[in-house]
């Protein structure tokens, strides 16, 4: 059974400050990464997505990636009382469709 | 840009009945197209795929079918349904036919309550 583990929080982060949400999975050979907001009530939307190791910046975005440690991390900077949601780590098994596992999700409030 | 439609946005639906959710997608062709379902305090979790027209993949066994009747349409289907499909089903779409990396985007969902 292939997972992705969160830790679900609450994670309470004051505005301004770096959130840090970090995801690990159990499929060694799994080949892409996503994160994934989510307001309660409405659906995920995608906002980072890695594949390589390393990391990719985008704004105020930062997904790391750690193929060796099966870790892959989101850092928010400037947090701002819109960032508070719950997040989703998601995993592909393989390249083509988009098979994703999902792990919990992180709830993160942004305090002002 | 590509657009992805999913109705209704709510359902209250009773145990036994019938259920037809339809999603569509615009702005591309041969999408790989998939449904998801999110229970109460449950993780996404994967039930059907497509990556075309007629072909169908199911993940988990479960009270539910799909189809795919048109390219850019794909159908959730129950003949019967149980007070534990409820849930918040959500239809999704990435880019088909390429063999690569590429990522999945949502619709607005629906959520159903079977009482």
């Known amino acids: 059974q292939k997972e992705v583990e969160q830790n679900s929080g609450p994670l309470s982060v004051p505005e301004g400050a770096i959130a840090s949400l970090n995801c690990t999975y159990s499929?060694?050979?799994?080949?892409?990464f996503f994160w994934y907001r989510q307001y309660s009530g409405k659906s995920p939307e995608l906002i980072m997505f890695?594949?390589?190791?390393g990391d990719k910046e985008d704004g105020r975005f930062t997904a790391q990636l750690n193929k060796a440690s099966q870790y892959v991390s989101l850092l928010i900077r400037d947090s701002q009382p819109s960032d508070s949601a719950t997040y989703l780590c998601?995993?592909?098994?393989?390249?083509?469709?988009?098979?994703?596992?999902f792990g919990q999700g992180t709830r993160l409030t942004i305090n002002p | 840009s590509q657009t992805i439609h999913q109705w209704p946005a709510t359902l209250v639906q009773p145990v036994g009945s019938p259920l037809s959710l339809e999603c569509t997608v615009e702005?591309?062709?041969?999408?790989?197209l998939y449904w998801y379902r999110q229970a109460a305090g449950r993780g996404l979790q994967l039930l059907f795929y497509?990556?075309?027209?007629?072909?169908i993949s199911s993940e988990v066994p479960q009270n539910l079918s799909a189809s795919r009747p048109q390219d850019r349409q794909f159908i959730l289907s129950s003949k019967k349904l149980l007070l534990s499909d409820s849930g918040f089903y959500l239809c999704?779409?990435?880019?088909?036919?390429?063999?690569?990396?590429?990522?999945?985007?949502f619709g607005q969902g629906t959520r159903l309550t079977v009482v």
């Open positions: 702005g591309t062709s041969n999408p790989n």
């Open positions: 998601a995993v592909n098994e393989s390249m083509g469709a988009q098979k994703l596992v």
């Open positions: 497509s990556v075309g027209i007629g072909q």
């Open positions: 890695i594949y390589s190791n």
């Open positions: 999704a779409w990435s880019v088909g036919g390429t063999g690569e990396n590429t990522e999945a985007f």
């Open positions: 499929d060694r050979g799994s080949q892409s």
